[in-house]
């Protein structure tokens, strides 16, 4: 074939099917092509690089210096003092005793330490993880009828979750999660966090009854149905801790260097709350206190490369080694991660220092929390939960794309109004079938060129954009596949049919003005 200018332009040889579908197959799953490391080197040295590779402490710890040390100390004690709150809030959570929460703090990031390839990710229990697994176990049997049968099924679902996220990313999988656009994520993230807070009601206004189910109404109609039971000591304690709570955080995020402000103030209102308990005998007064329970039962800013396959083995992996030993599910919350790498963390051993004090805070620290009360759990995780709903993201969508903010409020009214395995369903479903929509109904435009340039734009958007004659140019935004062959035919056939009409408009209007002006 001739191109412009009547240069030949040669077709590129075919390609055999089975090359082809290796390139496709290493393009899909390796594009990193992780076993490059590996080409033209001893057998010693590949014994080596594979156990760096499985075990990426081997690649840090022989180059530890005394000046990581002191950087990754400051920040596992900074995110231990975050870890130790949010761990018992968040076992409270999934209606499981809290010292769960302390053991999901210690073992699992130990695990990472060794198998995690990130140095800020700081490993612990997340809200929503929780919040998910109470919600979903709590329909197979009730926690507080049978809670030795809801322990086992708790260690049993991060046990099988483990296996799936390691089998995720041990088949290369990790490019499934890409599908869960950034709207619905958003959506879904706000519906849980307010599923959260509604369900904190309960610790701040002191109530002994309360529903089981997760949605607003339920919600909305057990607070209002109880209003005589309502115990307003609690609930003026509850709103102090959470102006506390959130007013650290505004300090923290106008001032960067005040981070630890953030960090401490969970562990301080804990602190604070128990000491309040013990003078006043607050639990006399209807504020709860948690008593026997315990004491009883960022890569891209520094410039470094994260599996996310590896990630997901090294996640699975903590998961079901710590489902034998009393955890339940973990993961990498943002909020302290945010905190481990505004905090100077070097390495991944900022992770052992965290799990260092949490057991140490087992072994000798947990009858001091026999006087904190419920209602400070609470406060602490509505203050959490309040920076996950983020509205301005939703404003953003609603000004930009109209669509992607119908799919961030499906997502949003689906968890809220229905429950969290519902909305999280709705999440998923919008967002598959936003990309197959994206793919069977592509957007398609016309160009016309940019006068005194050789620049084409969208005619629509252009005003000034000019068609060329006798050409129809037009741009698709998607690859051309069977599940839109039949549209874009018809989206052309009938632009051609426009582009007709128009020129036929074109000559008959200017052959009158030819005809007046003679």
């Not at 197959?25 to 080409?39: A, G, I, N, S, V």
């Not at 005194?452 to 596949?481: C, F, K, M, W």
Request: aromatic share 12%.
């Amino acid at each position: 074939m001739k191109a412009e200018g009547g240069h030949g332009a040669a077709i590129p040889p075919a390609k055999p099917f089975l090359k082809w579908l290796k390139c496709s197959l290493k393009e899909t799953f390796f594009p990193d092509d992780p076993l490059r490391q590996f080409q033209n080197q001893p057998p010693s040295k590949r014994l080596l690089l594979a156990l760096q590779y499985l075990f990426p402490i081997l690649q840090w710890a022989p180059r530890y210096t005394l000046h990581f040390l002191k950087s990754d100390l400051i920040a596992g004690i900074t995110i231990a003092s975050l870890a130790i709150p949010q761990g018992i809030s968040y076992a409270k959570l999934a209606n499981l005793p809290p010292i769960l929460g302390l053991y999901s703090s210690f073992i699992p990031p130990l695990i990472y330490a060794m198998l995690g390839s990130s140095r800020d990710l700081a490993v612990g229990t997340v809200a929503v993880g929780s919040l998910l697994m109470g919600s979903m176990l709590g329909t197979v049997v009730n926690h507080s009828d049978n809670p030795k049968l809801f322990l086992h099924l708790a260690f049993t679902a991060t046990f099988f979750a483990g296996i799936f996220q390691a089998a995720l990313g041990l088949f290369r999988l990790g490019f499934i999660v890409d599908f869960l656009s950034h709207a619905t994520i958003i959506g879904f993230m706000g519906g849980a966090a307010t599923v959260v807070c509604l369900q904190q009601l309960k610790s701040i206004l002191g109530l002994q009854d309360f529903t089981h189910e997760a949605d607003l109404v339920s919600v909305m109609r057990s607070v209002f149905t109880q209003t005589h039971e309502w115990s307003w000591e609690s609930a003026v304690l509850g709103c102090c801790f959470i102006f506390f709570l959130l007013i650290s955080r505004f300090f923290s995020k106008k001032q960067p260097k005040l981070f630890w402000v953030s960090a401490m103030a969970p562990l301080t209102t804990v602190i604070l709350g128990s000491i309040l308990v013990y003078v006043t005998h607050a639990e006399k007064h209807g504020v709860q206190v948690e008593g026997i329970a315990v004491g009883r039962s960022f890569a891209m800013y520094k410039n470094y490369h994260i599996d996310g396959n590896k990630e997901m083995i090294a996640i699975g992996t903590m998961n079901i080694v710590g489902s034998f030993a009393s955890c339940y599910l973990t993961t990498g919350p943002f909020s302290r991660s945010a905190v481990n790498y505004n905090a100077g963390c070097k390495t991944a051993a900022s992770n052992i220092v965290m799990a260092i004090v949490v057991m140490l805070t087992l072994l000798f620290l947990t009858p001091l929390f026999h006087y904190t009360p419920l209602v400070v759990l609470s406060a602490i995780i509505v203050s959490a939960m309040l920076g996950l709903i983020d509205y301005q993201a939703a404003i953003h969508l609603y000004k930009i794309d109209k669509c992607d903010f119908l799919v961030c409020m499906s997502a949003y009214i689906g968890v809220v109004f229905c429950n969290v395995e519902i909305g999280l369903a709705i999440a998923v479903a919008i967002s598959v079938l936003r990309v197959l929509l994206f793919i069977a109904r592509p957007r398609t435009s016309v160009l016309g060129n940019i006068p005194n340039s050789v620049v084409y734009r969208n005619v629509e958007q252009y005003p000034n954009a000019t068609h060329v004659p006798g050409i129809l140019i037009l741009e698709i935004d998607a690859p051309i596949y069977f599940a839109n062959a039949s549209y874009l035919r018809e989206r052309i056939t009938r632009w051609i049919d426009e582009e007709e009409d128009r020129i036929k408009v074109t000559e008959e209007t200017s052959l009158r003005c030819w005809e007046h002006r003679h």
